[in-house]
């Protein structure tokens, strides 16, 4: 399996940006479909953006428009740029990988990173 780690979190004003970036070593990168979770207190862990292999990509409605997940194979890195952020895009930020899928639920036999804290003041 891979090894994720995630970087970029931190704080940030209503209205500004932020990106995330996940790390991804062991393993053959370009063979994974990879993906942002996010998780609020008290809430269950939700699916962000996805990004397969073919580059093709997904969102949850709750950010497109303000949220691009990309992918760079050659330095084994997938970001999440976050524009136009709300407070309640406040959560601790997750990146996934999974050579076989990756659903709502999370990856299949994949992987997750410890997480970057992501905190929006109004």
């Known amino acids: 399996q891979v090894q994720l780690v995630e970087s970029g979190g931190g704080l940030v004003q209503a209205g500004g940006s932020l990106r995330l970036s996940c790390a991804v070593s062991?393993?053959?990168?370009?063979?994974?479909?990879m993906a942002w979770f996010r998780q609020a207190g008290g809430k269950e862990r939700s699916l962000v953006a996805r990004?397969?292999?073919?580059?093709?990509?997904y969102y949850a409605d709750s950010v497109k428009g303000r949220f691009t997940i990309s992918r760079d194979n050659a330095k084994n890195t997938v970001f999440l740029q976050m524009d136009s952020l709300k407070p309640e895009d406040t959560a601790v930020y997750y990146c996934?990988?999974?050579?076989?899928?990756?659903?709502?639920?999370?990856?299949?036999?994949?992987?997750w990173g410890q997480g970057t804290q992501v905190t929006v003041s109004s």
């Open positions: 990004i397969s292999q073919g580059f093709s990509t």
């Open positions: 062991g393993g053959n990168f370009a063979e994974n479909i």
């Open positions: 996934a990988a999974s050579i076989l899928a990756i659903g709502t639920s999370g990856p299949l036999g994949g992987s």
